[in-house]
């Protein structure tokens, strides 16, 4: 069974930070690419912040220099650190895994509330 389990998640204040963590289960994580998804109310889910099977990074542009995901993969987790935190980076925030075997292979997580607010 495939479990991306998400952790980290709460009330920060504006400027101050939170690290999310995912930890993956019945994967080969390594083969994986992993991404953060985020999902305000009313929004679309858009992407936060990716890094692929051979550990290149890709970021929004909305938190470009404030945010950095990485991967462990000797704890088979990935990590969203996110810095200087602003009341628009509220949403839902999803850990996203996929990889391509014939045919794309996706998975998510359930979902962890972040709310920046003062």
């Known amino acids: 069974q495939v479990q991306l389990v998400e952790s980290g998640g709460g009330l920060v204040l504006p400027g101050g930070s939170l690290r999310l963590s995912c930890a993956a289960s019945?994967?080969?994580?390594?083969?994986?690419?992993m991404a953060w998804y985020r999902q305000a109310p009313g929004k679309q889910r858009e992407l936060v912040a990716g890094?692929?099977?051979?550990?290149?990074?890709k970021y929004a542009d909305s938190v470009k220099g404030r945010f950095t995901i990485s991967r462990d993969s000797a704890k088979n987790t990935v990590f969203l650190q996110m810095n200087s935190l602003k009341p628009e980076d509220t949403a839902v925030y999803y850990c996203?895994?996929?990889?391509?075997?014939?045919?794309?292979?996706?998975?998510w997580g359930q979902g962890t509330q972040v709310t920046v607010s003062s």
């Open positions: 890094i692929n099977s051979g550990g290149s990074t």
């Open positions: 996203n895994a996929r990889r391509y075997a014939g045919r794309w292979y996706e998975y």
């Open positions: 019945g994967i080969i994580f390594s083969r994986n690419d």
